[in-house]
């Protein structure tokens, strides 16, 4: 098992721009992702990127305005948030050993999450 550890959350205004940092407690060549949940709403897919970075995948509300990364030397993954809309709000989870199961993503590590609050 991997320890993941978010940073980068906060306060943003609509229309502004974030990035999160997860740092894994070891070198992981699985898929990484990031996940977010709202109140009131279940956990749901934000981004995925394979070990080699080749193979990149973004829920179809993030589309063109969300970039993930990742630094295999450093062990970390990272979330891009360009053009923040009220509805990007939640808390965000990095996630290691991300996979497809029945249509939907899942992953096996899960970090504790960081607050991204976005102001009209």
């Known amino acids: 098992q991997v320890v993941l550890v978010e940073s980068g959350g906060g306060l943003v205004q609509a229309r502004g721009s974030l990035r999160l940092s997860c740092a894994a407690s070891?070198?992981?060549?699985?898929?990484m992702g990031w996940f977010r949940q709202a109140p009131g709403k279940e956990r749901e897919f934000v981004a995925s990127?394979?070990?080699?970075?080749?193979?990149?995948n973004y829920a179809e509300s993030v589309k063109g305005r969300f970039t993930i990364s990742r630094d295999n030397a450093k062990n970390t993954v990272s979330l891009q948030m360009n053009s923040l809309k009220p509805e990007d709000m939640a808390v965000y989870y990095c996630?290691?050993?991300?996979?497809?199961?029945?249509?939907?993503?899942?992953?096996?590590?899960w970090g504790q999450g960081t607050q991204v609050t976005v102001s009209s």
């Open positions: 990127i394979s070990w080699s970075g080749g193979i990149i």
């Open positions: 996630a290691a050993r991300v996979y497809i199961s029945s249509g939907s993503y899942e992953a096996q590590d």
């Open positions: 070891r070198r992981t060549t699985s898929a």
